[in-house]
């Protein structure tokens, strides 16, 4: 029932990903949506409550589903035209799903070396989003408002950096 309501409740998050993006930008909606989302996480394997599992549940899979409609809004905009689809494939599909194999591995194997608790071990992998909502603060260019040209123009131009 409450993986349900999380997906559920979660569908909205494309939307207000997509408003955000042409908002406050992609470098804000991005790396703040993936540090709701570790937060996020992190709380619903700690939450004592039932009401507050089905609460976090929804906020952990609206803060990754928003998150993930900005990376992939974000890709498809820093790579030149003759390598967008590749560039795009390589971030998300490729890089974007390996992640998504080995997180669950890693938890596994954390377990066990952090007093058999999945709380515990679900904490320590909730800092991978943290850390790659920094990256994109520290690195990533911002593209709003801009076209597809002068994105590519802003990053040729050396020395450029949001």
């Known amino acids: 029932d409450i993986v349900f309501w999380g997906y559920g409740g979660g569908v909205a998050a494309h939307f207000v990903a997509g408003f955000l993006i042409d908002r406050i930008g ?3 909606t991005c790396a703040g949506f993936y540090v709701a989302a570790a937060i996020s996480i992190f709380l619903l394997y700690h ?5 507050g ?4 549940m929804v906020m952990t899979v609206f803060s990754f ?3 993930m409609t900005a990376t992939h ?3 498809s905009e820093l790579f030149p035209t003759e390598i967008r689809a ?3 494939g390589w971030t998300t599909n490729l890089m974007g799903r390996i992640t998504e194999v080995v997180t ?3 938890i596994g194997l954390l377990i066990p070396l952090m007093s058999d608790s999945i709380p515990n071990a679900i904490a320590v992998v909730a800092v991978g989003p943290i850390l790659g909502a920094l990256l994109v603060l520290r690195y990533a260019p911002e593209t709003r408002g801009m076209t597809l040209e002068q994105v590519q123009e802003a990053l040729a131009a050396p020395g450029t950096r949001s």
Not at 47 to 51: A, C, D, G, H, W
Not at 53 to 56: A, C, G, S
């Open 26 to 28: 992609r470098k804000r």
């Open 47 to 51: 939450v004592p409550t039932l009401r």
């Open 53 to 56: 599992q089905y609460v976090w």
């Open 65 to 67: 589903g928003a998150a």
């Open 73 to 75: 809004v974000y890709a």
């Open 86 to 88: 590749t560039g795009y």
């Open 104 to 106: 669950p591995m890693a």
